[in-house]
């Protein structure tokens, strides 16, 4: 009893705001990164590459990038280059550095929180860039704006000199190269079949946007995703091979209060239901409740129908 008594007093004596410790941003994504990314096996590797390409689809979903390319290198590095706006090289008002360096380097810190350049937007929100960049070995991003390409070079999320103009350029859009830090996840190897599943399904989803993608470790073997149909075009998808009850899928969209709702629907011969629900882009497969509420919707409209024909009492 007496030494029991003695060991607690002796943890209390040694918890004091010594023990406290206060990590940066960088520190913590370093230490803990599976809160940011999920885990640090090939999935969480994976991810690294969807964050950045999340930046690009954001830039698509506002209506000012067409095309997306993504690269794996023969020495496991990744380049994932887009033709948007570019990141901004102007000096950001709190941080008195360049908006590249903050939005690379500081956590929370993007244009996906006040609703003015981004009205929709997936990923992380404001630490995508910053953790890929954390979790790699070297990054290095070029962004094309105002005519000129401006590039900054970082190590392990930290920046190895100021961002510099390194030449002219023609139109505008980022290209960020990464190579992920083998600390963090050891052998893991990007999948190819895996990152085209994703690239196809984002191509679904944003109709009119081209995803390409290289293996440069599989000589070059390469994909490309465009589907001008959208998510009608991702209905005919999972339903071919299928007999379909009616040729055309049914779609329709519609904006209220500044959210856009897209639904395609397809009934085919089978006795299973196949539903894909996303926000911003993202595959919500828990579901939520603009799945509830379609699902709510549409039995209501069948079961008005079927009164209306008599086909229930």
């Not at 406290?20 to 990164?33: M, T």
């Not at 599943?197 to 944003?206: I, P, Q, S, V």
């Not at 007999?243 to 709702?261: A, C, E, M, Q, W």
Request: hydrophobic content about 35%.
């Amino acid at each position: 009893m007496t030494q029991e008594k003695t060991s607690a007093a002796g943890q209390l004596d040694s918890y004091t705001a010594e023990a406290i410790q206060v990590l940066g941003g960088r520190e913590a994504v370093r230490r803990r990164p599976g809160m940011y990314i999920g885990s640090t096996d090939q999935r969480g590797l994976h991810h690294l590459i969807y964050e950045i390409v999340y930046n690009s689809i954001d830039e698509a979903m506002a209506g000012y990038c067409t095309r997306i390319q993504v690269v794996i290198r023969e020495d496991g590095s990744v380049m994932v280059e887009d033709n948007g706006r570019g990141i901004p090289v102007d000096i950001h008002s709190a941080t008195k550095k360049t908006a590249l360096e903050t939005v690379m380097t500081t956590l929370h810190a993007g244009a996906k929180f006040g609703r003015k350049t981004y009205q929709v937007s997936g990923g992380l929100h404001g630490v995508g860039a910053s953790v890929v960049n954390a979790l790699s070995a070297w990054l290095k991003v070029d962004v094309r704006r105002n005519g000129k390409t401006y590039e900054q070079h970082y190590q392990k999320g930290i920046p190895q000199g100021e961002v510099q103009v390194v030449g002219e350029a023609e139109g505008t859009g980022t290209t960020s190269t990464f190579l992920a830090d083998e600390e963090i996840f050891g052998s893991a190897k990007y999948d190819l079949d895996t990152l085209s599943e994703r690239f196809r399904e984002m191509a679904y989803l944003n109709k009119g946007l081209e995803i390409y993608i290289r293996d440069e470790r599989k000589d070059n073997e390469e994909k490309t995703f465009y589907f001008e149909g959208g998510i009608v075009s991702f209905v005919r998808h999972l339903n071919r091979g299928r007999v379909l009850r009616h040729h055309t899928p049914i779609y329709f969209d519609k904006t209220l209060n500044g959210t856009i709702t897209e639904i395609a629907l397809q009934y085919n011969d089978g006795y299973t239901e196949s539903t894909f629900s996303f926000a911003n882009c993202v595959n919500t497969a828990d579901g939520g409740t603009h799945l509830t509420g379609f699902r709510s919707a549409l039995t209501r409209v069948l079961n008005d129908y079927a009164h209306k024909l008599k086909f229930l009492k």
